[in-house]
């Protein structure tokens, strides 16, 4: 089957919790759909892009803890004032290190619009930034396995073992404050390892025949695709 490969990695990436709001903020392990979803409405330049299919795997080598502190602001009139200015709120933030995402899509003008973005791509907060490694179409073979570690997917349709955690799979920016979109539990398989060999070159740090999960392997039996280039187990699904 003809797909198209995006290749992307970050220095760091950070996925919030969507129930965590203040004290410290954990990360979730691999990349939410929201946030798929974000990186092709930054690709695209369309927020309201949600009818696509993709595939994914995200990894990272490390995590580590940073702390944050939050200023607290308020409009009195023409003026604004600093109102935790004497006890700012502080806070640990979770961060994934050395990371790496495997995008797959079988839509080619959304793979094309990673060649040159709208807008910056982010893996997480503002100063989580992404590069863009390479976009190509390829042959994937079909696969009667999938690999889910590095990947999230909806419990309802794929009962597995692994992190069970309500969540949005897009957000709806129409008005001011943006709204949640088809919360469900989804399934999410921690995506950090380390690699087999320091890699030499794209090809060697987008392998997965070059990475070793620290966790266990997570197999199950679907209607997937496999990338014979990269060893990349391929489970195509919708956004929406």
């Not at 409405?41 to 892009?49: F, I, K, M, R, V």
Request: glycine share 4%.
């Amino acid at each position: 089957m003809k797909l198209y490969r995006v290749l992307i990695t970050a220095q760091t990436a950070s996925f919030r919790y969507p129930n965590f709001i203040s004290s410290n903020q954990l990360s979730i392990k691999a990349v939410p759909y929201s946030t798929i979803a974000g990186l092709v409405a930054s690709a695209t330049g369309n927020d309201t892009l949600i009818d696509f299919r993709f595939a994914y795997i995200f990894r990272y080598q490390s995590l580590y803890e940073d702390m944050e502190t939050t200023y607290r602001f308020k409009q009195e009139g023409k003026s604004v004032s600093n109102i935790n200015e004497k006890q700012p709120a502080q806070y640990k933030r979770e961060i994934l290190y050395d990371c790496y995402l495997t995008l797959y899509f079988d839509n080619q003008d959304i793979a094309d619009a990673f060649k040159s973005p709208v807008f910056q791509l982010l893996l997480g907060r503002s100063g989580d930034l992404a590069k863009i490694v390479e976009v190509q179409e390829i042959e994937a073979s079909q696969s009667s396995k999938a690999m889910l570690n590095g990947t999230i997917v909806p419990f309802n349709i794929y009962k597995s073992s692994g992190e069970i955690y309500a969540m949005p799979k897009y957000f709806d920016y129409t008005d001011i404050v943006r709204v949640p979109k088809e919360v469900q539990p989804f399934l999410i398989n921690d995506g950090i390892g380390n690699f087999v060999h320091e890699p030499r070159n794209i090809k060697e740090k987008f392998d997965m025949a070059n990475w070793k999960f620290k966790k266990l392997a997570n197999q199950i039996d679907a209607n997937a695709f496999f990338d014979e280039e990269l060893n990349t187990s391929i489970l195509m699904r919708e956004l929406c």
